[in-house]
């Protein structure tokens, strides 16, 4: 299935990507035929085939008890931060 | 010294016949002198590491250190190092400062391997042949025009010219094994829980799991035992004990039944890449196992399927890269959704951008059925075929790639193409099962990887066979004449 511009430009906008107007065209035929050769799943029969949610048979996501087990390290993690005032992340103003 | 084994290695730090000082500044010069040809890392290390060798030294003549005290060891760059950049071969982490360790990193260490730097990769492990690094591409050590493999392409690749005598290494769709078949080195990605994922960058978390690559079965036996077990931080994580993988390695084979993976031989495989795959099963029937044909009638769906089921999962956890807390931030963004696009439109390469949107549209509403759910269903068939296998024989076995090493840019134009150099090893990941690639001999002068499957948690026997293999040949020991 050929996908068009436009679904090419929403997919790309959805994911918070902004392509290149001269990209769009390269990314419009690898997505095409990415989505042509993942349609052959359609052939598979899997009437009554549960989906797979993990990859070991019988297995479900462990939970841990809902306790403080880290220490606070705000001050460390911020230093990968693009820019940071008062402890607190900066990003343009949101509310005018 | 670099010729010998990280086994041997060990053994000469415990009895001081060399120090770990020394073996450090040796790897060292080798990697320096190998970087410009080669490119197996990003960083290299080589204060930290000459200090972290030094206490190495003070440990082993007090009598003291773990298995792999003083040993020269090097991590695929999507464990986290704290205070050690961490870039996963993205632009998007360039200057990435980890403040934590990964589980993986922090056990090598207890067990007192010393990091000599972080090791080349395809972007966030998307990729076959270690073209997508933004760090530039890592070259295959037997022939510099061809791809090491990926993604981790610079693991296999230091191994393989003997930069190091072992290193980590990630496998998500056949991430450990296609570079190791490609460098001529052995590869194990374990069971899924077997390793944390704790502090390894997530791509696609039901896939991932960590691995070693090593120059033998023992090496790799030697370095898995550490890295194993439970860690409570990884919510995957499968609290089970973790047998003793050296006790198990020398273990006869008679009476071992071994499958033959018939779909594997059926179509695309390299005849000379066949040739060595036939030798090795039968070295194996000399070794007294048995050899038969099995069939897994649902394995050639399994690129598809995973090319729903990996672009999915790393939509959502590439969400992450936002320019807010860490990572690329674009510059003069005019509000927050300029600020996400540009940011990431700036850090991500396009491969990684492909499977972001591939992913995205797989569960973008109206599609989510058909393409999501459809491949998690197809899945569970395909790990049912291995299941009704591994009821009849003990071990799979069959190439590990359909051919051997390409050349560099070969294959960049289309991604189908390369997507399915993953073909034969893709299946292992969507049953969570352990998998390895062992070098069987070479084709056309290339090395060939024969790929051993097994059940859930049979580590110890994907080893023992392995490492009786590599008792009666010397396919593992060979060094590309560069690097000799």
Redesign the interface.
């Known amino acids: 299935m050929a996908?068009t511009r436009e679904q090419?430009e929403n997919?790309?906008h959805?994911?918070?990507?902004?392509?290149e107007p001269a990209?769009i065209p390269r990314?419009q035929q690898?997505?095409s035929?990415?989505?042509e050769?993942?349609?052959?799943?359609?052939r598979?029969e899997?009437a009554g085939?549960?989906?797979?949610?993990?990859?070991?048979?019988g297995?479900t996501?462990?939970?841990?008890p809902d306790v403080v087990s880290e220490p606070d390290?705000r001050e460390?993690?911020q230093?990968?931060?693009?820019?940071v005032a008062a402890g607190l992340?900066l990003?343009?103003?949101?509310i005018e | 010294m670099y010729r010998q084994t990280l086994t041997q290695l060990a053994a000469d730090l415990r009895a001081r016949r060399v120090s770990s000082v020394e073996l450090v500044r040796a790897f060292l010069a080798r990697i320096e002198a190998s970087q410009r040809d080669l490119n197996a890392f990003v960083t290299v290390t080589a204060e930290q590491a000459l200090a972290q060798a030094e206490a190495a030294d003070r440990a082993l003549a007090a009598g003291r250190g773990g298995a792999l005290e003083g040993v020269p060891f090097g991590h695929k760059d999507l464990f986290c190092t704290a205070g050690v950049r961490t870039t996963c071969g993205s632009r998007m982490l360039k200057?990435?400062?980890s403040?934590y360790d990964a589980t993986v990193v922090s056990r090598l260490k207890a067990a007192g391997a010393v990091m000599l730097g972080k090791l080349n990769m395809d972007e966030f492990a998307m990729g076959s042949s270690n073209e997508t690094s933004y760090f530039g591409p890592v070259r295959n050590p037997w022939n510099r025009a061809l791809v090491p493999g990926g993604s981790s392409g610079g693991s296999a690749a230091a191994v393989a010219a003997r930069l190091l005598p072992a290193a980590t290494a990630t496998d998500t769709g056949g991430s450990i094994r296609q570079p190791a078949a490609f460098c001529g080195v052995t590869g194990i990605k374990p069971?899924?829980?077997r390793v944390s994922r704790y502090g390894m960058i997530a791509f696609a978390s039901?896939?991932d799991q960590a691995g070693v690559i090593a120059a033998s079965a023992e090496d790799a036996a030697r370095v898995l035992r550490e890295m194993a077990g439970f860690d409570?931080r990884d919510?995957?994580s499968?609290d089970a004990p973790v047998p003793d993988y050296l006790a198990e390695l020398d273990q006869p084979l008679a009476g071992l039944k071994i499958g033959v993976l018939k779909e594997f031989f059926d179509t695309g495989l390299d005849a000379a890449y066949e040739r060595c795959v036939r030798e090795a099963l039968a070295v194996f029937e000399r070794l007294g196992a048995s050899v038969r044909e099995v069939s897994l009638p649902?394995i050639p769906?399994s690129?598809?399927?995973y090319?729903?089921v990996a672009p999915a999962e790393c939509?959502s956890n590439l969400?992450r890269y936002?320019?807010?807390?860490?990572?690329?931030?674009c510059a003069e963004?005019?509000?927050?959704?300029?600020?996400?696009?540009?940011s990431?439109?700036e850090g991500?390469g396009?491969e990684v951008?492909?499977r972001?949107?591939?992913?995205?549209?797989?569960l973008?509403a109206g599609y989510y059925d058909?393409?999501y759910?459809?491949?998690?269903?197809?899945?569970?068939?395909i790990?049912a075929d291995f299941?009704r296998a591994f009821g009849e024989v003990d071990l799979l076995m069959g190439p590990t790639t359909p051919t051997p090493a390409f050349e560099l840019g070969a294959k960049v134009a289309?991604?189908?193409t390369m997507?399915l150099n993953d073909i034969y090893t893709i299946g292992a990941?969507?049953?969570?099962l352990p998998a390895m690639s062992v070098p069987c001999g070479f084709a056309a002068g290339l090395p060939a990887g024969l790929q051993i499957i097994g059940p859930?948690f049979a580590e110890a026997r994907l080893l023992n066979a392995a490492h009786r293999y590599q008792r009666e040949t010397d396919w593992h020991l060979r060094i590309p004449e560069a690097y000799a």
């Open positions: 996908l090419v997919i790309a959805l994911a918070r990507l902004e392509l990209e990314f690898n997505l035929s990415i989505v050769f993942i349609g052959e799943l359609e598979a899997t085939i549960a989906p797979m949610a993990h990859p070991l048979p297995l996501q462990r939970l841990r390290e460390l993690y230093k990968n931060a693009p820019q992340y990003v343009p103003k949101v | 200057q990435f400062i403040p069971t899924y829980g039901s896939l409570p919510s995957t499968v649902n769906l690129v598809p399927v090319y729903v939509s969400a936002d320019g807010v807390r860490f990572g690329h931030r963004a005019h509000d927050l959704e300029d600020l996400y696009k540009r990431r439109s991500f396009a951008k492909r972001i949107m591939t992913g995205t549209y797989v973008s058909a393409y759910l459809k491949a998690q269903r197809v899945r569970r068939l790990a299941a289309d991604p189908i997507y990941n969507l049953a969570g859930h």
